[in-house]
């Protein structure tokens, strides 16, 4: 009883500051649909906790926390995967746009330009 | 097939060269006539700008450092907007001299080859041979000087590496040659010779563990880039 209690309340608290975050626009609606994913699971899975020892039988797996170890590492590397991929986009955009605007600026402030 | 090497650009990338920089383009401007020289400035601290300015040069600023290559790529961009056919890449700190420009363009004009490269493999530390040497094998790129900053590229040459493939490499060396090679590329090298830096250092090898990063680094980026093994199209001399 006192488990249910305790991990109901951990995962809606979880799923609550998420979806808070996304309805404040703090999150950027591409990431919001992973997010909206994983308050869901946090969600269910707080309140029917017994729901990956049903998992882990089905699976044939001996030790249920071990199942929702795996799992959850296993979407944490997948983010953080997602994020470097990002990063690195960016990071080319950004040098891409730093030398844009060298050539830009080039063009445009030839005139204005004492030492020239 | 004869397809004028004019107009060519220089472009030297220069971070923090005020000493150097200035007598680098007067050298190259009584060496060649019908040049314009290029002068990326990579958010230097110092009068690099200025310096560059008043020599005669054309400055590029870009708004904060993209080290060495984001600023020869910079260079590339420009030259490929404003329709140079031939660019050469040097170093700022007065390693290569502006007379073995000629013998860069002269080759690039005579023979079939899209890329030459200035070459002085007797530079440099047992350290330096010894990194060469593995890349060489890693790579499969039979070249002598890997790490090079005296380039001639042609106009299909510098298409490529303007490209946003080439915009996340680093250093003018072992990435933007296997994306050379890869292309198809016919790549040269010919004989030069180089000064010892006059100011500064090496930006690759500067300390161990600037090497042990640098050798990382190129070592993935040669097994990520690595080609299945065709017959190589360069050719060395």
């Given at each position: 009883m006192s488990y249910q209690i305790t991990s109901s309340i951990l995962g809606l608290l979880l799923a609550g500051i998420i979806l808070w975050l996304i309805r404040r626009d703090h999150l950027?609606?591409?990431?919001?649909?992973?997010?909206?994913?994983?308050?869901?699971?946090?969600?269910?899975?707080?309140?029917?906790?017994?729901?990956?020892?049903?998992?882990?039988?089905?699976?044939?797996v001996n030790y249920p926390p071990t199942l929702l170890f795996i799992l959850g590492m296993?979407?944490?590397?997948?983010?953080?995967?997602?994020?470097?991929?990002?990063?690195?986009?960016?990071?080319?955009?950004?040098?891409?746009?730093?030398?844009?605007?060298?050539?830009?600026?080039?063009d445009y402030g030839q005139d204005n330009n004492p030492d020239d | 097939m004869t397809i004028s090497i004019q107009p060519i650009a220089i472009l030297i990338p220069a971070k923090n060269e005020v000493n150097t920089v200035g007598k680098v383009i007067a050298a190259v401007k009584t060496c060649l006539i019908d040049v314009t020289v290029v002068v990326i400035d990579d958010a230097s601290q110092d009068d690099t700008i200025k310096i560059a300015q008043s020599a005669g040069a054309k400055v590029l600023s870009l708004p904060f450092s993209l080290g060495a290559w984001g600023a020869i790529q910079t260079g590339l961009r420009y030259a490929l907007k404003q329709g140079f056919n031939t660019a050469i890449t040097m170093d700022a700190d007065g390693q290569h001299e502006a007379n073995s420009i000629p013998i860069l363009l002269k080759r690039i004009a005579s023979q079939p080859c899209?890329?030459?490269?200035?070459?002085?493999?007797?530079?440099?530390?047992w350290l330096r041979q010894v990194a060469w040497a593995f890349f060489r094998r890693l790579s499969g790129i039979p070249l002598t000087d890997l790490t090079s900053g005296?380039?001639?590229?042609?106009?299909?040459?510098?298409?490529?590496?303007?490209?946003?493939?080439?915009?996340l490499l680093d250093y003018q060396d072992m990435g933007v040659l296997m994306l050379l090679h890869k292309a198809g590329l016919r790549i040269q090298e010919i004989p030069i010779l180089m000064?010892?830096?006059?100011?500064?250092?090496?930006?690759?090898?500067?300390?161990?563990?600037?090497?042990?990063?640098?050798?990382?680094?190129?070592?993935?980026?040669?097994?990520?880039?690595?080609?299945?093994s065709k017959k190589p199209k360069c050719h060395t001399k």
């Amino acid at each position: 009883m006192s488990y249910q209690i305790t991990s109901s309340i951990l995962g809606l608290l979880l799923a609550g500051i998420i979806l808070w975050l996304i309805r404040r626009d703090h999150l950027h609606s591409h990431h919001a649909l992973w997010w909206l994913l994983v308050a869901l699971i946090v969600m269910v899975l707080g309140i029917f906790p017994r729901l990956i020892d049903f998992l882990a039988y089905q699976l044939g797996v001996n030790y249920p926390p071990t199942l929702l170890f795996i799992l959850g590492m296993g979407m944490i590397l997948i983010k953080v995967i997602s994020i470097d991929l990002h990063q690195s986009d960016l990071e080319r955009k950004i040098r891409r746009l730093a030398q844009k605007l060298a050539i830009l600026t080039d063009d445009y402030g030839q005139d204005n330009n004492p030492d020239d | 097939m004869t397809i004028s090497i004019q107009p060519i650009a220089i472009l030297i990338p220069a971070k923090n060269e005020v000493n150097t920089v200035g007598k680098v383009i007067a050298a190259v401007k009584t060496c060649l006539i019908d040049v314009t020289v290029v002068v990326i400035d990579d958010a230097s601290q110092d009068d690099t700008i200025k310096i560059a300015q008043s020599a005669g040069a054309k400055v590029l600023s870009l708004p904060f450092s993209l080290g060495a290559w984001g600023a020869i790529q910079t260079g590339l961009r420009y030259a490929l907007k404003q329709g140079f056919n031939t660019a050469i890449t040097m170093d700022a700190d007065g390693q290569h001299e502006a007379n073995s420009i000629p013998i860069l363009l002269k080759r690039i004009a005579s023979q079939p080859c899209d890329v030459v490269i200035g070459a002085y493999p007797q530079r440099g530390s047992w350290l330096r041979q010894v990194a060469w040497a593995f890349f060489r094998r890693l790579s499969g790129i039979p070249l002598t000087d890997l790490t090079s900053g005296l380039r001639a590229y042609n106009r299909t040459a510098m298409i490529l590496l303007a490209a946003p493939t080439a915009t996340l490499l680093d250093y003018q060396d072992m990435g933007v040659l296997m994306l050379l090679h890869k292309a198809g590329l016919r790549i040269q090298e010919i004989p030069i010779l180089m000064y010892p830096r006059t100011s500064g250092h090496s930006r690759i090898f500067s300390s161990w563990w600037a090497v042990s990063r640098y050798m990382l680094h190129t070592a993935i980026l040669c097994l990520a880039k690595i080609k299945s093994s065709k017959k190589p199209k360069c050719h060395t001399k």
